[in-house]
């Protein structure tokens, strides 16, 4: 295995420089010292990846197999990756400066995705329409064809594999760009699958920025499907590139602002907790962080000493140290958050615990923020209404289950809430309520590779995840045969 070092753009099954020869610098966010070069891809490193998977896809190189032979291939990848899984592990902490543990969590799902998906390979069944004695109908899921995945930094191999296992298993291929931020450890799995026998072109990674190689990928004609993960503003630029292509599949997350409802039947400690670690993971840089934290007036006090107590405990450091907490990925991502928190005392919240950026010693080095709770937030501040990406919650009260309800959907976003109650009529009455595509009831992770998740309202739409994604990057052809 390759240390990190200077990686290049994975095309047609090899490791070739970007067309304009220039590389870029990816940063330990721990130290900000760099960890590699990769490859600077723009518009002509698309062209011919977007290329080379047009071929591996027309060839039948990859469609054209036999089912059951794309799954073994997908689960030699998926062994492979978890042979690997101490070196990739690695460069994703260094890359993207979350704790080792997490990392190992997340090498885990992106292992379990392929091996999930290659499971499906052979179980993509069409359906047979009765329509009468005389004619056959019936209905195949086909391939779309190539399918362009522009991925976050936040979980880049997760969203990398939850997009692309499924799309595999049917037999599109694939043109992937990871973020700027955190290329490598996407890259190195690309590798892995040349390894391991995957035909060229049908995994390609071009790595580069997203105004350059990003919105190549999106305005490609030549993609059938787009799956893109980040920013509200970015994605309204993606789906618009989209629409000159009439590009027939595209499937947008864009991120959230969860709520948790915390209800006076609820066990008040492990809801606490849930809120406390929900910013602590990933350093609250995920899209299902539950920054909203919605408490029945009476436990308001008792909550939020809860929070502050865990959030006193915790050990900030770089991604080698066992810390509870890691920094923010990039020097733009912790101004933003400290923007926010500024903002947040603007408004009026009271700021309970954390707030500051912590430089002592070789923190300074690094992009790290306390943990910070605000309380006396009200719905419309800024704080509450936007998402941060940071480890920042808000808590806000109410006295009705209906307002608690009201509060939770009066945000433009709609991804996933979580709720707290042993009351399970009530647990089940106000899921049902929810705008949101995915509630989790009393904690205990939330979210499995094989059920669907994605947004509603502006946290986009698409589903990734369970056999939800298989219909997702599949087509439908009825055949009617006159007998
Ligand atoms: P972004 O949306 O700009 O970047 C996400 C991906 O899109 C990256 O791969 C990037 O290179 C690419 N990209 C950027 N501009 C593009 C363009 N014009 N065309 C095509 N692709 C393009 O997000 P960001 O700037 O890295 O982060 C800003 C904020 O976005 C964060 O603070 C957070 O709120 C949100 N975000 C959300 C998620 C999520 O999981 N939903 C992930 C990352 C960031």
Not at 27 to 34: A, H, L, R
Not at 109 to 124: C, I, L, P
């Amino acid at each position: 295995m390759k240390p990190a070092e200077n990686y290049k753009l994975w095309i047609d099954g090899q490791e070739i420089d970007a067309e304009g020869g220039e590389y870029f610098a990816v940063i330990d966010p721990g130290c900000g010292e760099q960890v590699g070069l990769t490859a600077r891809g723009k518009s002509a490193d698309i062209d011919r990846a977007v290329f080379a998977a047009h071929k591996a896809f027309y060839s039948q190189g990859w469609y054209g197999l036999k089912p059951y032979e794309r799954g073994r291939l997908m689960l030699k990848l998926a062994e492979k990756i978890n042979s690997e899984r101490d070196h990739l592990a690695k460069l994703l902490s260094l890359e993207n400066g979350k704790p080792l543990r997490e990392s190992y969590d997340e090498v885990e799902t992106t292992v379990r995705n392929f091996e999930y998906y290659g499971g499906w390979a052979d179980k993509v069944h069409g359906r047979v329409v009765p329509i009468s004695n005389e004619v056959l109908d019936y209905i195949r899921l086909e391939p779309l064809g190539v399918v362009g995945h522009i991925i976050p930094w936040n979980y880049p191999l997760d969203i990398f594999a939850r997009g692309v296992a499924p799309c595999l298993a049917i037999g599109n291929t694939v043109v992937a760009k990871p973020a700027e931020e955190t290329p490598l450890s996407t890259l190195e799995i690309a590798r892995l699958s040349g390894e391991v026998g995957f035909p060229a072109g049908v995994i390609n990674v071009v790595s580069g920025y997203g105004k350059e190689a990003g919105a190549a990928l999106a305005a490609h004609v030549g993609i059938q499907g787009l799956a893109f993960c980040g920013s509200i503003e970015t994605g309204k630029q993606v789906l618009r590139a989209a629409v000159e292509n009439i590009t027939p599949i595209v499937s947008l997350e864009l991120g959230g602002k969860s709520p948790l409802i915390i209800f006076p039947a609820a066990d008040v400690e492990k809801a606490a907790s849930a809120g406390a670690h929900s910013i602590l993971y990933n350093t609250g840089q995920s899209c299902g962080c539950l920054s909203r934290v919605l408490v029945h007036a009476d436990m308001l006090e008792n909550i939020t000493q809860q929070i502050k107590d865990i959030l006193a405990h915790v050990r900030l450091g770089t991604w080698d140290t066992d810390a509870d907490m890691g920094p923010l990925v990039s020097q733009g991502q912790l101004e933003r958050v400290l923007n926010y928190i500024q903002v947040g005392l603007n408004e009026g919240a009271k700021l309970v615990s954390g707030g500051r950026r912590v430089e002592s010693g070789s923190f300074g080095r690094g992009f790290f923020v306390e943990p910070t709770v605000f309380t006396d937030v009200l719905p419309g501040m800024r704080i509450v209404d936007e998402e941060i990406f940071g480890p920042v919650l808000g808590i806000m009260t109410f006295e009705t289950e209906a307002e608690a309800i009201q509060i939770a959907n009066g945000s433009k976003y709609g991804l996933s809430a979580e709720v707290w109650t042993r009351d399970l009529s009530q647990a089940h009455r106000v899921a049902a309520q929810l705008d949101v595509s995915h509630v989790t009831i009393n904690g205990g992770g939330g979210f499995g590779i094989e059920a669907p998740f994605g947004g509603v309202k502006q946290s986009g739409f698409g589903r990734e995840g369970g056999w939800e994604s298989i219909l997702q990057y599949s087509r439908v052809k009825n055949i009617w045969v006159n007998l």
